[in-house]
């Protein structure tokens, strides 16, 4: 006896409305029609169908439709549990991470929140890199089981299952005297066959490219030949400048996008003077100074370091020892003893009360030639009075020069030693912009299995070439094309026998593999169940089993733990990043490319032998 369940209520069902339908790679569908329900049935609500004490359906109603004019009849359209994970998006990056470990991060993070819980779950292999930019919880399941040879569900009990194909196997097999099966059919399936495979659209990444730009005072905006892929190395004059990626990061010299040409330089204009050695420093002739303030950027720490020093009236300094000397420093109002309170890499405004007014010298930095000097950035200061009056302020913005100006009073400082360093600046005549960096091209995959070829050509006559073309833009690496135009051809390159049968016996599920015995029709070996549909049978439940034949990859147990123990490196979008980035523009030269445009494409036949040598196809 069938026994359906909706929100743990046990429904009535309508005599022979019941259809399930399992397709491999696909969620399972169940649909049937309750009689006169007593509740309202709704999206959402659990669905359990068992018979003989298993449970042959197990879901979510997806779309119920009530009719009936005297009789309350609700059609119910479920799917299975896989459709929890299907509403949520995943935006992870791992790198070096088990697959496994990859499944259990998704239901820890995402997949638990919706009640999926750990079922059996194996480690697989190591994925060197997988993005995962904002796509739903399915496809990103599918995608790690394309790459891995795995197979996984949401069983009944809401427990998502991670595990090889080739151990994914039938409760039951068929053979000449199993008496487990009837009205079996077998038939060539050719629909999908080819036995050339070209692959468009993908992107190859270059070698390192290099471009030069001289300056002219005013452009800011560099274009370079390819989308850039990779972030690039920026220098000016030699010096290596900072890179951010453009919209998202702020404070850099040079900003790029990925999959875009263009490099542009900071816009916002900036100045500070450095100091980075031995008598770096700036003198000033100071009157009647009681306070100053120092926005500085400390970038080293030693002991021996000064950050001013007063002299000759005056026995103030800040230096890396315990003492002041007739001063007290603070920052943020927190008072420090000496430049070791400073924190590294860090703009601060460091105060400086003196105590008493001091005139005469103050030098700013490293005065002394010592063996543990100071490296600092400083972007202003500014002085004032016993009134505490501003009247000296130095805003450090010359850029050039060996001079910083007071913006206020007449009391110009003298720089020894110190750079200055400037941000946002168009570079000028004298200026050389390098940039090295590894951009997109695209390429056209083509693989062939001549075997194949051969074997069409003696049946059929004429060329034997039987070729597809696939559209796919969104592999960026060469070894990514290459496996993809090769899984294609692995998966496709064949002329399959298809099985059909008929059975009553529960269990059977698209993806499990069936031993099958058939000497009449010459069947021998393991095939793959790619799906079940089964109906009401007067009380009985009639299944129908698609299978097909995997002789020709040397049989599917062979075939999946040969792709479970490829060496390839497991990679998912090895080159994307979780931000929104401009699209490809088509148009440019290519430069020395001629190592990348042309290699060597091995030829396999679909069971992974190499058959054809080390001939360019491209």
């Given amino acids: ?28 569908t169940a649909s049937f029609t309750v009689v006169e329900p007593g509740f309202d049935i709704t999206k959402g609500m659990d669905v359990t169908i068992g018979q003989d004490g298993q449970t042959i359906f197990a879901g979510k109603v997806h779309k119920p439709r009530e009719s009936g004019d005297k009789t309350r009849y609700v059609s119910v359209s479920c799917v299975d549990f896989s459709q929890m994970i299907d509403k949520r998006v995943i935006a992870e990056v791992y790198e070096d991470a088990l697959a496994g470990d990859i499944v259990k991060d998704f239901i820890a993070k995402v ?35 394309d790459q891995t040879g795995y197979f996984w569900e949401v069983d009944k009990d809401k427990k998502l299952n991670f595990f090889e194909r080739a151990t994914y196997n039938a409760p039951f097999e068929l053979t000449d005297n199993s008496g487990n099966y009837s009205g079996l059919q077998v038939e060539e399936a050719a629909d999908n066959y080819r036995n050339r495979q070209i692959t468009r659209g993908p992107q190859a990444i270059s070698t390192v490219q290099t471009r030069e730009f001289e300056g002219d005072g005013k452009r800011q905006v560099f274009s370079v030949d390819l ?43 900036s100045a500070w003077l450095e100091f980075d ?5 700036v003198f000033f002739n100071i009157s009647n100074i009681k306070r100053i303030e120092i926005e500085m950027t400390k970038l080293s720490e030693s002991y021996a370091e000064y950050i001013v020093d007063f002299r000759p009236d005056t026995n103030a300094y800040l230096w890396g020892g315990s003492s002041t000397g007739d001063l007290t420093a603070y920052i943020d109002g927190a008072q420090i003893n000496n430049t070791r309170d400073v924190p590294l890499n860090q703009q601060v405004t460091v105060e400086l009360i003196l105590t008493t007014p001091s005139s005469g010298t103050m030098y700013l930095m490293n005065r002394y030639t010592l063996d543990r000097l100071l490296k600092a950035i400083v972007h202003g200061v500014s002085m004032y009075d016993d009134n505490d009056i501003l009247v000296n302020q130095y805003k450090f913005d010359e850029g050039t020069g060996s001079t910083v100006g007071d913006s206020i009073g007449d009391s110009d400082g003298t720089i020894y030693g110190a750079t200055w360093a400037t941000q946002g600046v168009p570079l000028t005549t004298s200026d050389t912009l390098t940039i090295e960096y590894q951009g997109y091209y695209p390429i056209i995959i083509v693989a062939e299995n001549p075997g194949e070829i051969e074997a069409r050509k003696t049946i059929e006559g004429g060329s034997g070439i039987y070729e597809n073309v696939a559209y796919e833009s969104n592999l960026d690496t060469q070894e990514s094309s290459l496996q993809y135009t090769e899984g294609l051809l692995e998966k496709y390159g064949f002329i399959p026998d298809i099985v059909t049968f008929n059975t009553y016996n529960h269990g059977l599920k698209a993806g499990q593999l069936i031993p099958i015995q058939n000497t009449k029709h010459g069947l021998t070996g393991t095939y793959l169940i790619e799906s079940v549909t089964c109906r009401d049978d007067d009380g009985l439940t009639l299944y129908t089993i698609k299978c097909l034949d995997g002789a020709s990859v040397g049989g599917w147990e062979r075939f999946y733990m040969e792709l479970i123990k490829s060496s390839k490196k497991m990679v998912i979008r090895e080159n994307e990043i979780l931000v929104s980035l401009t699209t490809f523009r088509d148009g440019f030269p290519v430069p020395k490319m001629e190592d990348e445009m042309t290699y060597t494409l091995h030829q396999y036949h679909i069971c992974g032998q190499i058959i054809c040598g080390t001939d360019v196809i491209i």
């Fill in 227 to 269: 989308p850039i892929a990779k972030v690039p190395t920026v220098k000016v004059n030699g010096a290596t400048k900072t890179v951010g990626i453009r919209g998202v990061e702020t404070g850099k010299d040079f900003y790029w996008q990925k999959d875009d040409k263009t490099i542009s330089q900071e816009t916002v204009q």
């Fill in 277 to 281: 050695g031995a008598d770096n420093y």
């Fill in 111 to 145: 997949f638990s929140q919706e009640g999926i819980s750990e079922g059996t779950i194996q480690d697989g292999p190591v994925m060197s890199k997988a993005v995962f930019p904002y796509i739903n919880g399915n496809a990103a399941m599918n995608e790690l089981c």
């Fill in 1 to 28: 006896m069938r026994i359906y369940k909706i929100a743990d209520n046990e429904v009535t069902v309508q005599k022979n409305s019941l259809s399930i339908n399992d397709k491999l790679n696909q969620r399972t």
